[in-house]
Nanobody, 120 residues
């Protein structure tokens, strides 16, 4: 019923920048919180940044000052601008959305993930 499609992943050198985008599509009433999570090999999936429909943001300490999350409510998209990338930022990045469906219940949806590799 809901699909989240990420784009913008790739390989970049340390200190470089990358912009991830996520588009939500399907049948739903509204989207509340959207966010980005990441998972490196052998690690648990961790929060990177979230943003509410009202624009309130939350960032992991490790990315504060370097990453910026934004969204377009009209287009149901969320972006993650990543600057000054470090090798430790290497991970699969996943888009997440809290979606209110036609039954008026809230559900959590995840994208398939996009690989971000930071190396020299």
């Amino acid at each position: 019923q809901v699909q989240l499609v990420e784009s913008g992943g790739g390989s970049v050198q340390p200190g470089g920048s990358l912009r991830l985008s996520c588009a939500a599509s399907g049948r739903f009433i509204s989207i509340n919180v959207m966010g980005w999570y990441r998972q490196a090999p052998g690690n648990q999936r961790e929060l990177v940044a979230t943003i509410t429909s009202g624009g309130s943001t939350n960032y992991a300490d490790s990315v504060k000052g370097r990453f910026t999350i934004s969204r377009d409510n009209a287009k149901n998209t969320v972006d993650l601008q990543m600057n000054v990338l470090r090798t430790e930022d290497t991970a699969v990045y996943y888009c997440k959305a809290g979606v209110r469906m036609s039954d008026f219940n809230w559900y959590e949806y995840w994208g398939q993930g996009t690989q971000v590799t930071v190396s020299s």
